[in-house]
């Protein structure tokens, strides 16, 4: 699988990397990357790159997140990121139906000290949110979601997630530029990954542009963020 980024210019990455992000990366966070590399080599593009995970830390510190959700977690890259951004009194419910990945990550994230923050479930999401919502006290409680999983359900994710995030909370979907295909028709030649995702997330970012619900800002970083408000 190729380099999701849809910045091009490796000049300019290695720039921004070696300046903003590893001088500032955490060292549990640098081993755990370094690990994924080595026991997935080219899936473990799977993680968020280090510049987009120092945003989304910045994210969760501004809006004093403390209730969050994290769907698809593979490693734990973004999970640890996560963790270690928030306050000691945070939960983070991270759901996934690979315990392996996770388990991967395990030991990097009990060495950073923040294993107590972090609730693992091994699960598809769809049945954890809507048991989630079962319980009415949950509805509108959480502040920050992040949804990494899945592309094709991303609707159906937002759906959910968006009765379960409080007013005002922000929740935020990573590859929505899918390396850059969704300015592609569909009769322009690409790969056969890229076709497919393209499509997807053409018709999930239509969704969300016009969804009057939620303020929305997609940001290009990594292979594309898109960041929702929910408004009402």
Same mark, same amino acid.
Request: overall charge negative; glycine content about 6%.
């Given at each position: 699988?190729? /380099?999701?980024?849809?910045? %091009?210019?490796? =000049?300019?990455? &290695? ?6 992000? #590893?001088? %500032?990366?955490?060292?549990?966070? %640098? ?7 080595? =026991? ?20 969760? =510190? @501004? ?10 977690? !593979? ?32 030991? #990097?994230? $009990? ?7 972090? %609730? !693992? ?9 809507? /048991? ?5 006290? &949950?509805?509108?409680? !959480?502040?920050f979601v992040f949804v990494d999983?899945?592309? &094709?359900? *991303? ?10 995030? =409080?007013i005002g909370g922000l929740i935020? *979907? ?24 393209s499509k997807t997330f053409r018709?999930?970012?239509? !969704?969300?542009?016009?969804?009057? $619900?939620? &303020?929305?800002?997609? @940001? ?8 929702? $408000? $929910?408004?009402?």
């Amino acid at each position: 699988m190729q /380099d999701m980024r849809i910045l %091009k210019s490796k =000049k300019l990455q &290695e720039y921004i990397l070696k300046t903003f992000c #590893y001088p %500032k990366e955490h060292e549990q966070l %640098k081993q755990l990357r370094e690990a994924t590399v080595d =026991k997935y080599q080219h899936w473990s593009i799977m993680n968020v790159p280090v510049d987009e995970a120092i945003f989304l830390s910045m994210l969760l =510190k @501004v809006t004093n997140a403390k209730k969050i959700i994290e769907i698809g977690v !593979f490693t734990g890259y973004s999970l640890l990121n996560a963790a270690l951004a928030v306050p000691n009194d945070a939960l983070i419910l991270a759901i996934d139906p690979d315990r392996e990945a996770y388990e991967t990550g395990l030991p #990097y994230i $009990r060495k950073a000290g923040v294993e107590s923050k972090i %609730k !693992f479930i091994q699960s598809d999401a769809q049945t954890i949110l809507k /048991d989630l919502l079962a319980k009415n006290e &949950e509805a509108g409680s !959480f502040d920050f979601v992040f949804v990494d999983a899945d592309k &094709e359900n *991303y609707v159906v994710y937002h759906e959910l997630v968006l009765k379960l995030v =409080k007013i005002g909370g922000l929740i935020c *979907y990573d590859n929505t530029l899918w390396k850059g295909s969704v300015a592609l028709s569909e009769d322009d030649e690409m790969e056969d990954f890229l076709k497919g995702g393209s499509k997807t997330f053409r018709a999930f970012n239509e !969704f969300i542009a016009g969804d009057a $619900r939620v &303020e929305v800002s997609l @940001v290009s970083i990594g292979d594309g963020l898109t960041i929702c $408000r $929910r408004l009402e």
